[in-house]
Each structure stands twice: as structure tokens, then as C-alpha cells.
């Protein structure tokens, strides 16, 4: 995938000669030092970062690890004191501020945690603000901020004023205003952390929903580890300024970089992360409906399992023969579709443990796994499924199967 | 011994010199600002006296209603009623006309230094201090240069009226504009506003109500130099008090007295029913 941000030695530092301390940067001096000697705090501490276009790249770090100082790079609310930033290959750190107004007006737009309403204006004004600024005729940008308003599913309140809205109606306000610019990138700064636990998973599910539809940028910064996992393509980790590890989910919480980042994720739902390809066995034996039973039969002994999937010629799923219908089959002269048995359960490789649990527990073979062409790639037995809440390495369990 | 020794700073002197050296050099200055505040005043004043008194009377309970009820429009209205009782309606008018065009000019002034305040805080620091020196110093001061530029009547009014009213609505300008929500400035900031649709479409709208606010103690605070201000030639209702207190005629000091008040209620309620009026749906944020 193309890159479409791209972060190269970042730093912001407050303080009355930002400047001066860039130097102690680069000579690796550590934020307690520089603020220490300089009296300068260390807001971002070099960040290079590169997120790739149409991704959920999320932020996460605690509070005052520097994430929503960072964010505000992106858009230059925050002026970065060291670095360059590009967005599109254009290094935006280095615009003037009439090219600036342009990137904010058409590139990238921006979520608040407390919202950012303008509490003069209707929900209408608020969502047309964006297109007011770049002076788009009244019934253009009426029209546009009516169709947002209707996405985010607040028909009917265009003419409220954002005080007589509950706090998720009023970020599904900034949520729609935002897209109303109709930006590549969208950065949103905690922008759920304001809402009640409901109410939030419902944001993240529309958010993640919305995502699907228009393919935008997004920067999310959070500090529930939880919320990074479930939305994120890939997790930066933040601390002290310095982002400490980034990778997709999994990665990290597979091989976390370091003691803070397996302390931060000790507490994650291990089963809302991981999906069936993670737990997954690849199958060493699969017999094909033209083997025969005999062929079965000799496939089990020799890897030692009581049961084989049956697949047809495109490894498509056509059921299962346990060892004991196999044998029985062979003494009756029966043929392998006879005693074939399809009640096997099948699921997808991206659904997540979370989901496999009741499935694993009611099937009594194994979950065959199936990727986007219905071709079976793996199956999982139960104590995968148990493995995958608990163990760091899920490939230990493989000993387990059969 | 203990006394104080005999040292002499002519600071007062100074001050004295460079009032002529203003009077004498910027005369052209000052006949200007002469001329275009007799003209407003007297504008304003005769346009007031010019209006049949039961329109007026009308006008007055019809804001009182608008701003608060139809009960506090009436008794407004009465009020007004009572004043021309007095024989004082040609005096309150032309205060009125003292006090708009004082208010007027405060906001001209003010609105742009509390903005300008508000975003340079190094014309901030400059100003502070002289704002103070503008609101602690005693009025009477400066009704003496008042006289030398403008000599007596109601220009030099206006003149003490301003530097003692203007302070709270520049302060509070400044405060307004300051006080905007951050969040608020950075998501207008992030849609790309330039700084004149920041200050038109943002700023500004949010901070009305501090400043009207603002407004109505510049308001007030021109009413209570009324009587001072007619120390140096301002005709209307401050006169009377001044005429009564020379005569001590306690019936019209009383009359003039609780006109004075009569206004203040009246003219309070109504600024601070528009400030109410622009407060709805500001409370988010």
C-alpha cells in the first residue's frame, strides 16, 4: 500500500528557545535531562512514523506520553520545533500559512475529545462550517452537510444547537462535520474517550462501519488499549514522548518491545485481537473425496488424529470422517461418501477467538477454517481456542492436536 | 529632624506643560472631536426632545417586554411617566443623548483595543496599567484637562465620561476573546479558517455575552459620572442635581435624584437582557 503520511524525526518541544534543544536531541539525551538543564519539556521526542494510505492507525499511549501533541503535528496546530512531515510527498512542516489553510481546508480534517462545537451555531452551521470557509455556495454546502448529518444519524436535529444533545450525538456531530470537508485523512484526538462505555462501542462500531464505506486516513489516538486493538490496522505505542513500538495488534502483543508495553497490555481482551489464523493448525492430512476410505484411513494412522477433513480438488470443504465410521465403513464395503459427515462447523480466518468460543464448544470436530475463497487452510480444536486467551506462544498447543 | 527633607519633584508641572503643549499643538485635533461630539449629542438629543413623549413611553415598555415581561415594560414606562412629572423630560433626554454618544465612542474604542488585547500580549501589558490609572484615578483630575481641550459643557462631559467608562469594556473584551474554548479555536483553526473569518465566525459570536456584559457596566458606570461630568458644563439631569445641591433644594435634588436611579434601572435591565438574549445556547463547551 502507498504511503500517505509520513513522519521523519519529529520533535516539538515547549519552552522559550525550542531550538536549542534540538542538538541534546540528537546527541540522545533523555527527556529528564533536557528538562533538567534546559527547563524545556519534551513534547515529541524524534517520531518517525509512516502510515499507509486507507488504514486505521492508531496512537495510544497514556496521559502525557505525548500522543495528542503529536497528532497535532499532523496539522500543524502544533508546529513541529524538528522534522518534516509529508503528506503526499509534500512536506507540509515547511508550508507558508496560505498553503497550509489549503491542506487543512482539503486534505485532512479532525475529532475532538471534548467535541469542538461551536455552541452558536446549529447542527446544521456546524457541519457546513468546513465548507463555509472555502466559500462553497449556500445550497451546495447545505446539501452536503444534510447528507453527513443523515450518515451519522442525526436527521431531524439539524436545527438544534449542540447544548440540547446528548455527548454521542454531539461527536456523531463532529464526526459528521469533519467528513462534511470530505478529507483523505482524518485525525481524531480521543475522540470517544468523553463517552459512556455504551455508548462508545457503538461510536467505534460506526467509526469502523464508516471506515468500510469511505476508505479515508485515520489517526486515532486513544489510551484504552482495548479500543487500539479493535480499531486499529497497526498500534503505535507512546511513552515519554518516543513511540516505543509500532506494529499491528497482533505483533504486539506477541512480541511486545519491552516491560512497559507488556505491563500496558497485560489487561487486553486477548480474544477480541486474536482471529482464527492465529490459532489455527495448518492440516498436515487432508483426503480428497476420490482417496477412498482406505487412503483415510492410512492418513489418520500415520499422523496419529481421529478424524480428517474431506476436501474436493479446490481444498473446498466437503466434510469429515472420523477414524471409527472409516474402519467400520472399510468392513461394510462402504464408499468415503457414505460415511461422510458434514455437520462440521466452519469459520473465516479473520473471525476472532471472542466468537470461536461457543463455536468450538458446541461442534464435536474440529472448526475448519476457510479463507476468503472457501478453501480450508486450518482447523481449530478447543484447547487452540483456550491457548489463544492465555499463551504467548500459541504455537506451543500444536503437540495438543489430534 | 525626622521631617522630610526639602526635595521637590515637579511631576505635576510636567503634566501641566505638556496639557498646554497638546492644547496648543493638536488644536486642529481636537476641534475635530469637539465638533463631531457636540454634533451627536446634540443629534441625538434632538431627535429624543423631537419624539411625541407617549412614542417614547411606547418604545421604553416595548423593549422592557421584549427583554423581560410585559409587567416590567410597564412599570418602565411608568417610570419614565414619573420623570416628566418632575418637569425634568427635556433634562433626561438630553442625558440620554450624553450617555448614548459616551457609549458609542466606548465601544468604538474599546471593542478593537480588547481584541487587539487579546491577541498581542505585549499591547496587553502596556495597557493594563493604564486602564488602572484610568479607573482609580479620581474623576475630578481629569474634568481640568477636560476643560482645557474642550472647554465647558458636554464634549468635555464625554471626554471624563469615556476614561472613566471605557476600562470595563475593553477588559472585558479582552477577557471574552481570551476566554474562548481552546477546543473551540484549535477545530475552527483545523478547518483552515483564516484569522478574520476565525475572529467573525468564532471568536467573536462566542464571546457576545462577556462582552455585552461589558457593554452594561460601561453603561452604568457613564450614568454614575452624570452629576460629576456637570461639573464641566453638562446639561441634563446631573445638572439639576448640581443646581440643587448649590440651592440645597432638597425637593428637586430628590427629583433629579431618583431620576438618575430610574434611568439606571431602566438602562440595566435592558443591556443585560440583550447580553441573555445572545447567552442562549453559549453554555456548551
Request: charged share 25%.
Amino acid at each position: 500500500m502507498e504511503t500517505k503520511v509520513k513522519l521523519e524525526h519529529v520533535s516539538k518541544i515547549f519552552g522559550a528557545k525550542p531550538k536549542s534543544v534540538i542538538p541534546m536531541i540528537k546527541q540522545g539525551m533523555s527527556k529528564e535531562e533536557i528538562l533538567k538543564k534546559t527547563n524545556h519539556t519534551v513534547g515529541v521526542y524524534d517520531a518517525s512514523l509512516d502510515i499507509k494510505k486507507g488504514e486505521v492507525f492508531v496512537i495510544m499511549g497514556l496521559s502525557g506520553s505525548g500522543k495528542s501533541t503529536l497528532i497535532r503535528c499532523f496539522n500543524l496546530l502544533n508546529k513541529p520545533t524538528d522534522g518534516s512531515i509529508y503528506i503526499d510527498d509534500e512536506n507540509i512542516a515547511s508550508f507558508n500559512s496560505s498553503q497550509l489553510k489549503k491542506v487543512r481546508q482539503e486534505k485532512i480534517a479532525m475529532v475532538f475529545q471534548h467535541f469542538g462545537l461551536f455552541s452558536h451555531r446549529t447542527i446544521l452551521a456546524n457541519v457546513e462550517y468546513g465548507l463555509e470557509i472555502k466559500n462553497v455556495s449556500k445550497e451546495e454546502r447545505r446539501k452536503i452537510a444534510m447528507d453527513n448529518i443523515e450518515s451519522v444519524g442525526l436527521k431531524g436535529y439539524e436545527d438544534k444547537y449542540p447544548d440540547e444533545l446528548s455527548g454521542g450525538m454531539q461527536q456523531r456531530v463532529g464526526l459528521a462535520r469533519a467528513l462534511a470537508n470530505d478529507p483523505d485523512i482524518l485525525l481524531m484526538d480521543e475522540p470517544f474517550s468523553a463517552l459512556d462505555p455504551l455508548i462508545r462501542r457503538e461510536m467505534q462500531l460506526e467509526l469502523l462501519d464508516i471506515q468500510e464505506r469511505l476508505q479515508k486516513t485515520i489517526i486515532f489516538i486513544t489510551h484504552d488499549v482495548n479500543e487500539a486493538f479493535k480499531l486499529g490496522d497497526r498500534v503505535a505505542v507512546m511513552k515519554d514522548g518516543r513511540i516505543v513500538q509500532v506494529g499491528t495488534p497482533e505483533e504486539i502483543i506477541e512480541e511486545p518491545a519491552n516491560d512497559y508495553i507488556s505491563e500496558f497490555i497485560k489487561d487486553i481482551d486477548r480474544s477480541k485481537v486474536f482471529q482464527a489464523e492465529h490459532v489455527m493448525i495448518k492440516p498436515n492430512a487432508l483426503v480428497s473425496m476420490k482417496d477412498g476410505l482406505n487412503v483415510a484411513v492410512k492418513e489418520m494412522e500415520e499422523n496419529g488424529i481421529s478424524s480428517v477433513f474431506v476436501v474436493d480438488r479446490g481444498r473446498h470443504l466437503k466434510g469429515i470422517v472420523t477414524i471409527d465410521d472409516a474402519i467400520k465403513g472399510i468392513k461394510e464395503k462402504k464408499s468415503l461418501e457414505d460415511v461422510l459427515r458434514n455437520d462440521v462447523t466452519i469459520v473465516k480466518k479473520d473471525e476472532y477467538v471472542n466468537d470461536l468460543i461457543p463455536k468450538a464448544l458446541e461442534s464435536m470436530f474440529p472448526l475448519a477454517v476457510v479463507n476468503e475463497e472457501e478453501k480450508v487452510v486450518g482447523f481449530i480444536l478447543r484447547v487452540h481456542v483456550l491457548s489463544g486467551l492465555v499463551s504467548d506462544d500459541i504455537n506451543e498447543s500444536e503437540e495438543y492436536h489430534g | 529632624m525626622g521631617s522630610f527633607p526639602d526635595i521637590r519633584t515637579k511631576l505635576g508641572d510636567y503634566v501641566d506643560q505638556l496639557v498646554s503643549f497638546l492644547d496648543s499643538s493638536l488644536e486642529g485635533f481636537f476641534d475635530f472631536i469637539f465638533l463631531v461630539s457636540s454634533r451627536t449629542i446634540n443629534g441625538i438629543d434632538d431627535f429624543l426632545v423631537w419624539l411625541p413623549w407617549w412614542l417614547f413611553i411606547l418604545i421604553i415598555i416595548a423593549l422592557g417586554w421584549y427583554f423581560k415581561s410585559i409587567l416590567t415594560g410597564v412599570l418602565f414606562g411608568a417610570f419614565i411617566f414619573l420623570i416628566g412629572t418632575f418637569g425634568l423630560w427635556e433634562d433626561m433626554m438630553t442625558t440620554i443623548a450624553i450617555i448614548l454618544t459616551a457609549v458609542i465612542i466606548c465601544l468604538l474604542i474599546g471593542i478593537p483595543s480588547g481584541i487587539w488585547m487579546a491577541y498581542s500580549k505585549g499591547f496587553s501589558n502596556v495597557m493594563r496599567p493604564i486602564l488602572d490609572a484610568m479607573q482609580t484615578m479620581p474623576s475630578f483630575v481629569y474634568l481640568i484637562p477636560a476643560i482645557f481641550f474642550f472647554g465647558l459643557g458636554n464634549v468635555s462631559a464625554i471626554f471624563a465620561t469615556l476614561i472613566y467608562a471605557l476600562p470595563p469594556v475593553i477588559r472585558l473584551t479582552e477577557l471574552a476573546i481570551r476566554g474562548v474554548d481552546k477546543e473551540v479555536i484549535e477545530s475552527a483553526q483545523s478547518f483552515g479558517s483564516s484569522r478574520l473569518q476565525m475572529l467573525r465566525k468564532i471568536q467573536l459570536p462566542q464571546a457576545l455575552p462577556t462582552i455585552m456584559a461589558g457593554v452594561n457596566q460601561t453603561t452604568m458606570m457613564a450614568l454614575a459620572m452624570v452629576v460629576i461630568a456637570s461639573m464641566v458644563g453638562a446639561s441634563g439631569l446631573g445638572e439639576q442635581v448640581l443646581v440643587a445641591i448649590n440651592r440645597i433644594d432638597i425637593a428637586l435634588g430628590f427629583e433629579a435624584g431618583i431620576s438618575i436611579v430610574f434611568l439606571a434601572v431602566i438602562i440595566d435591565r435592558i443591556t443585560n437582557g440583550v447580553a441573555d438574549k445572545f447567552q442562549k445556547h453559549r453554555g456548551v463547551n
